[in-house]
């Protein structure tokens, strides 16, 4: 039976879906959900990482500090992952994480920009860390590319490479492609973080599966960015049904997802136009809540700003631009009331 490792990102990108406003209590208590289930390894802190909460990505709840410090406390046998976004998290940050016991740590460039992060995954490979170099955005990627950046991250240090559809953007036919790619370029195992705006984080993730991946991702409830992502209880249920093992408890995830995950969720996780729009356009997931905050304040349709995203090919980082490109249509339905 082919063993399939899940890490459970709730923590982490499901905290875009509530605003990054879980507190440190309500992280350990689906920590030690997830860790009793048999999960391994658990992704915590803010949505956009190390170092992520600030006025231009949203403050959290709390500190990265008190969120590895309270989940540090509850778990048996589960590692703790951190995310690291060179530019938002920095090597200070890291070393912060590991005195706080992470175990684990997702080095994440731009597709096309894996160099940025030579000196983090250095560093964290150098002080025992499990290493894992994060492609974003990779449906802006030709697999030619995607593999000549996989190469970078593998020679800096990684332990695992990831393909990441961080707008949820591509079919499984692209994600075959490109996990493929990778998988007969480099001798490290390839890992799948999916997204769910059109619909396909499931299928995705099995494809990615089918084409070589041993890593993939999931949340509770699929609570993340946008749509969300590949939903845990239901992976867990499909791959047991396909003959794969994930050492997680079906009944325990599923028990945890209705009776703790889901009274934490600001709104249900479904497909709306605006996530949609990111599906369908290309732009960064995490740009959904802060769409419609500026759709709101300058009246202008929150889609219309996301397609625009994905025609500039923004990347995460860029949600400052969100502010400029609403600012530019509310001017151009002033003028133009017609055409807009």
Known sequence: MKKIRIIDTT?????????????????AEVAKGLDEAGVGTIELGHGDGLGGSSFQYGFAKASDREYLTAVGKVLKNAKMDVLLIPGIGTIEHLKEAMDCGAKVV?????????????????????????????????????????VEQAKLMESYGSDIIYVTDSAGAMAPDDIQARIAAVKNAISLPIGFHAHNNLGLAIGNTLAAIKAGAEVVDCTVRGLGAAAGNSQLEVLVAVLDKMGYSTGIDLYKVMDLAEQVVEPLMHRPLYINNAALCIGYAGAYGSFLLHAYRAGEKFSVDPRDILIEMGRRKTVGGQEDMIIDVAIELAKRKKDNPLTV
């Open 11 to 27: 923590l982490r990108d499901g905290m875009h879906a509530v605003s990054h406003q879980l507190t440190p209590e309500q992280m």
């Open 106 to 146: 997702r080095v994440a460039t731009h597709v096309t920009e894996a160099d940025v992060a030579e000196q983090h995954i250095r560093f964290a490979k150098n002080n025992g860390l499990e290493t894992v170099g994060f492609l974003m955005m990779a449906h802006m990627a030709s697999p030619e590319k995607i």
